[in-house]
């Protein structure tokens, strides 16, 4: 797969403390199989959907605390040059930028209303092998209850054009890279724990959402939000037993018409 437009979604993953349990949860809901992981990048165990590199699972870090957390990456030529960027609109940059062996130069870095996220400049990996389909990786929103930092922010950052979802409940806006929908950002709402904190909500592909729902719950997930329909498909928000927040998605079942943007 070529590489990523800058600012494209182009990879995932999450630390956790039990790596074989989150192998074990995601290899039954998602289908995924996993590589023997690499000692050298502490443990990093890559997903597989199809033979296709989907995301990773990794070893919590020692004297790391909270709940596990997929991590979102955004594409970049420049990692270094998108780091200034960060910091010029008020992001902080938890580490310096890295390489990463051959395979490409990472940093990861918090938004100003406490979204964590990484960016990625690929060398020899240039992000999912595939998307959009069961088993992979299909959408991400921003989930946050300060909007007007996130909507200044990412869009600064990344070049995104945004367009407000026209809707009376709803606090949507889409963001697009040459009119192509990339991202979204979500104002948390009461429905949402007092406690959550800024996020973004990793969307992965299933066959059927109700299924994988009751895969979740039958091995110890959560459902959070959902499931319901959409005209992009029929959705759930969970939790996987180590506490990880993500949602599922089918986009082959949609209902009613696409909401309209301005």
């Excluded at 597989?48 to 970049?76: E, H, I, Q």
């Excluded at 996220?117 to 092998?129: D, L, N, R």
């Excluded at 806006?173 to 973004?200: E, I, K, N």
Aim: charged share 20%.
């Amino acid at each position: 797969m070529a590489a990523h437009t800058e600012g494209t979604p182009c990879w995932a993953d999450a630390m956790f403390p039990d790596v074989e349990a989150a192998k074990r949860f995601y290899g039954e809901l998602l289908g995924w199989t996993f590589d023997e992981g690499s000692p050298e990048f502490g443990g990093y165990t890559q997903a597989f959907s199809d033979d296709s590199a989907v995301a990773a699972v990794v070893p919590r870090m020692p004297g790391t605390g909270g709940p596990p957390a997929w991590n979102l990456y955004l594409a970049s030529p420049d990692v270094a040059a998108t780091a200034e960027r960060i910091q010029d609109n008020g992001g902080a940059l938890l580490m310096d930028p890295m390489p990463v062996g051959p395979f490409g130069t990472m940093v990861t870095a918090e938004d100003p209303s406490g979204v964590f996220f990484s960016v990625w400049q690929p060398g020899s990996h240039t992000g999912f092998g595939k998307t959009n389909a069961p088993g992979a990786y299909c959408w991400a929103e921003v989930t946050t209850r300060d909007v007007e930092r996130a909507d200044h922010f990412f869009p600064a950052v990344f070049g995104y054009e945004a367009k407000q979802m026209r809707h009376e409940s709803v606090d949507f806006s889409l963001w697009q890279l040459g009119g192509d929908p990339v991202a979204g950002r979500l104002r948390m709402t009461d429905d949402f724990p007092p406690d959550t904190h800024p996020y973004v909500n990793v969307y992965f592909g299933v066959e059927d959402c109700d299924a994988a729902i009751a895969t979740v719950t039958r091995l110890g997930g959560t459902v959070r939000r959902g499931p319901a329909d959409s005209p992009y498909g029929r959705w759930a928000s969970v939790t996987d037993p180590q506490g990880a927040a993500f949602s599922v998605i089918d986009l082959a079942t949609t209902v009613g018409e696409l909401p309209e943007f301005t």
